[in-house]
């Protein structure tokens, strides 16, 4: 039993007889603790434990498991591997709406009403059951009804007695069903007869490509509804309804035709379908760009479902509003559930349970989708496996592409990983042979990857305001798209950092002499520092390299560059995409959709812009100054620009039109530019490799960052300090097997404070994962942790994405 409270130990309790025709695992029980009533999951069978008596579980609220047991031994690795208490492990999984005090719905019991006149009736059950003539209500809207916490063990206690009901009652709602009109011809019409030019057309198209609906044949002839209208009352045509899904731009979801493979298509497929069924294996899926890989997939799921596999996909959050899910959705119709976040509470529990009763055979979704509750999944893919939206960053911060594998390993499954531009580790673990590797090399029609130019923004310093940033070179390529009737896609990475150090007069970043990574200006301290492993530069500090002064923040931002544009081009629609604009629900697919529409010209984003998209009008894509990514203070600076520059690029030129890109940077020079420019991602790998190993990154060690945040700078430096003396005490006393641990920090924050929150990390790495996790679970659970008080909040970020 896993109880929902921030507890790492799992607990044994006895089920009495009357409920052990209901208890099963996976199921949300209800059980003594401590003094407390609280809700959790049955995780169990327990294995026999001795000790002391052992309690009872109290009641289990629901009617079947919310998920196989076979999920269960993936909750015990999640929860020892991310070091995250159990219970709230499978809290993160199931999908909200499903966890507590949601869920229960309140009615009041035949016998309730006349409860209220005893006399035993305390004060808060009267009020609860007030409320509740009223009609149901969840905990949550009764809590609020009430004004006050409405605890579990109450609730138990009236149901005891009869006077409460507990119903599972969530609206449910299907994924926008709509219905379609679809026009058949009449096969017993003998079409020798004359008809009009019109009605003609429609039959040969009709009998061209089969059924089609009326929308559809709108689309190819406007008085198509009038004439079908005509043709059906003439018996030349019979119309019927179908059930058939919305996409998220509200335009129906139709079957495809499914193309004929290319040779590389064909290679890829035949090279992995053999392996479903055979046991686990991961694949990684390279392959640049436009070059077809989502119809592989959609070949291995058909693959696998003919074999009765379940199948789950992963997409990157954008990705769910761009293609992938659409073509899952039209190719397997009804046999797909979609898990994310897009879709209403109620959605979310419809497709949640249409998983768990195995009405659907494939799952596709965002992160969260590698949670989907199949009882024995077959295959796994993840498209754009490299994508930074597979991190999750709150609460249990864990990796769905690490996962997937972890996942898979478990069930036996086969295990693709897809991307244009692969991740470091990735391929690292294609090169020690752990992966296997499949390859699609070119463009599906042949298009030529998009001409990249790069233009030196160190030539420009002398310029004024907008010049320097936006060159001349760029805003001649933008007026001669705009002028063409083309769109233009202009990228800025500003994420987090507002500023770093970069000598005005050469371009060089101000690095760390021992991690080879950009310090950050700390303005109390006027200085500069490096967030790895403390090391400190005057603020005044003359570059390195050229040993100019003119050392400068380079600060700048979308919103500035959207402004640019406005001026520049006062006669183009410009809009922006970043996180600042795109924070409420339907804004981006409202703007995507435009993008599409072609109402918009020019679209100023950050790295959302690059993920996915296919937009055919786009045929220009300027990247404002790509040394901003370059110089993150992380050490995948470089493999995150690579990646960047390489999808961005990928963006321009899908439609007729070839397409161009400008680059702009400081270090046109830099092996990350120049592999990038030549989409030459094993050129970029051979450098970057060497570079992590010569300074023990990742993948060659594997990190954890222990992050303490607080409102009270001092307590919050002190509990940081505190943490890491105690941290090196254990290396210390750790014996040879320690020496492999390394401990840097505990430093400021690069952001020392958001939201009113100071932020200190504490880096640990090793090579030897299992010493490095050992050393962090004694630090933050074992007898001489730190006990860190209410206002101070200290988490374990197990593998960090962003440092
Ligand atoms: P990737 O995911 O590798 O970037 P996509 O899967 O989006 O590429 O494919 C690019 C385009 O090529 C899509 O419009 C897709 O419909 C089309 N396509 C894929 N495979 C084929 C094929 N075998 N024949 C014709 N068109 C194809
Ligand atoms: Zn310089
Ligand atoms: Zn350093």
């Known amino acids: 039993m896993a109880v929902v409270l921030p507890v790492y130990e799992t607990f044994s309790y006895s089920v009495p007889a009357h409920l052990s025709d209901q208890a099963r695992p996976g199921m949300r029980v209800l059980v003594p603790f401590g003094r407390r009533t609280v809700t959790g999951y049955l995780i169990g069978p327990d294995r026999q434990t001795d ?20 999920m269960i031994p993936f909750f015990q690795w999640i929860a020892s591997y991310y070091m995250h208490p159990p219970g709230l492990v499978v809290n993160t999984a199931l999908p909200a709406g499903l966890n507590m005090t949601d869920i229960a719905v309140l009615t009041i019991d035949e016998n309730g009403i006349q409860a209220l006149a005893s006399s035993s009736t305390g004060p808060v059950e009267k009020s609860i059951l007030a409320a509740l003539s009223e009609g149901p209500a969840s905990i949550k809207q009764l809590q609020k009804k009430i004004g006050r916490p409405v605890p579990w063990a109450l609730i138990h206690r009236m149901r005891q007695r009869k006077w409460l009901l507990l119903d599972r009652r969530i609206e449910g709602g299907r994924i926008r069903p709509k219905t379609i009109r679809m026009v058949a011809l009449e096969k017993s019409e003998n079409f020798s007869r004359r008809l009009s030019r019109q009605r003609r057309a429609i039959c040969d198209i009709l009998k061209a490509e089969g059924d089609l609906s009326v929308p559809a044949l709108k689309k190819r002839i406007p008085t198509a509804a009038t004439l079908v209208r005509g043709m059906q009352k003439a018996g ?10 919305r996409d998220p731009f509200g335009d129906p979801i139709e079957p495809d035709t499914t193309p004929r493979l290319t040779g590389e298509q064909t290679r890829a497929v035949r090279q992995m379908a053999p392996l479903l069924g055979r046991g686990f294996k991961t694949v990684l899926l390279a392959g640049v760009t436009g070059s077809g890989k989502t119809e592989v997939y959609l070949r291995l799921t058909r693959a696998a479902i003919s074999k009765k596999m379940q199948v789950l996909v992963l997409v990157p959050e954008i990705g769910l509003i761009s293609q992938t899910e659409r073509r899952f959705r039209a190719r397997f119709g009804e046999r797909v559930a979609v898990l994310h976040s897009g879709l209403s509470r109620g959605e979310r529990y419809d497709q949640w349970l249409r998983i768990v009763k195995e009405e659907a055979a494939i799952a596709i979704g965002a992160r969260s989708c590698i949670f989907a509750p199949f009882t024995d999944v077959g295959l796994i893919i993840v498209d754009e496996e490299h994508d930074s939206s597979y ?14 594998v972890v996942r898979g390993r478990h069930h036996k499954a086969l295990v693709i990983l897809g991307s244009a531009t692969p991740s470091v580790q990735s391929w690292h673990n294609v090169t020690i042979g752990k992966y296997d590797l499949a390859t699609l090399s070119k463009r599906i029609n042949r298009q030529p990857l998009p001409e990249i130019r790069t233009v030196d923004l160190s030539l420009s310093r002398d310029e ?3 010049q320097r940033y936006i060159t001349p070179q760029l805003q001649k390529e933008i007026r001669n798209t705009l002028d063409e009737g083309n769109q233009a896609l202009i990228f800025l990475n500003r994420r987090g950092f507002s500023a770093f150090p970069i000598c005005a007069h050469c371009g060089q970043a101000l690095r760390c002499k021992n991690c080879d990574i950009s310090l950050t200006l700390h303005k109390k301290a006027n200085a500069f520092r490096c967030h790895y492993c403390g090391f400190t530069k005057a603020a005044t500090s003359a570059c390195p390299s050229c040993g100019s002064e003119d050392i400068k923040l380079l600060g700048m931002g979308t919103e500035k560059v959207q402004e640019a544009m406005v001026q520049l081009f006062p006669d183009a629609r410009v809009a922006r995409m970043d996180r600042d604009t795109m924070n409420r629900k339907g804004a981006i697919v409202r703007l995507l959709k435009d993008l599409k529409h072609r109402r918009i010209d020019i679209l100023v984003g950050t790295q959302m812009v690059a993920k996915g998209h296919d937009f055919p009008g786009i045929t220009l894509v300027g990247v404002v100054c790509a040394d901003l990514t370059l110089n993150f203070p992380d050490f995948r600076s470089g493999e995150r620009t690579f990646q960047l520059l390489a999808q961005v690029a990928g963006r321009a030129g899908r439609g007729e039109h070839p397409g161009k890109v400008v680059l702009q940077t400081f270090n046109p020079d830099h092996f990350t530019i120049g592999a990038a420019k030549n989409q030459d991602f094993k050129k970029f790998f051979d450098q ?91 630090l933050m659970q074992g007898p001489n942790s730190v006990a860190t008080g209410r206002d101070i909040r200290v988490s374990v970020d197990v593998d960090p994405f962003f440092l």
């Open 51 to 70: 000790s002391r008596e052992i309690k009872q579980i109290l009641d289990v609220l629901d009617d079947s498991p919310l998920f196989p047991e076979t």
């Open 236 to 245: 030349q045509v019979a119309v019927y309804e179908k059930t058939i899904s």
């Open 391 to 404: 991190k999750q960053e709150t609460g249990l911060r864990y990796n769905a592409r690490d996962l997937a």
């Open 464 to 466: 004024r305001g907008i």
């Open 688 to 778: 970057e490799i060497s570079f992590r190993k010569a300074l023990a990154y990742p993948p060659f060690s594997r990190m954890v960052a222990v992050r303490i945040s607080g409102k009270d700078p001092q307590k919050t430096a002190e509990m940081a300090g505190k943490i890491g003396t105690n941290g090196r005490r254990m290396l210390a006393n750790a014996g040879p097997g320690g020496s492999r641990v390394k401990l840097m920090g505990p430093i400021e924050a690069p952001l020392a404070r958001i939201a009113n929150r100071h932020r200190w990390q504490l880096l640990i790495s090793s090579p030897d994962v299992a010493g490095l996790h050992r050393l962090v679970h004694e």
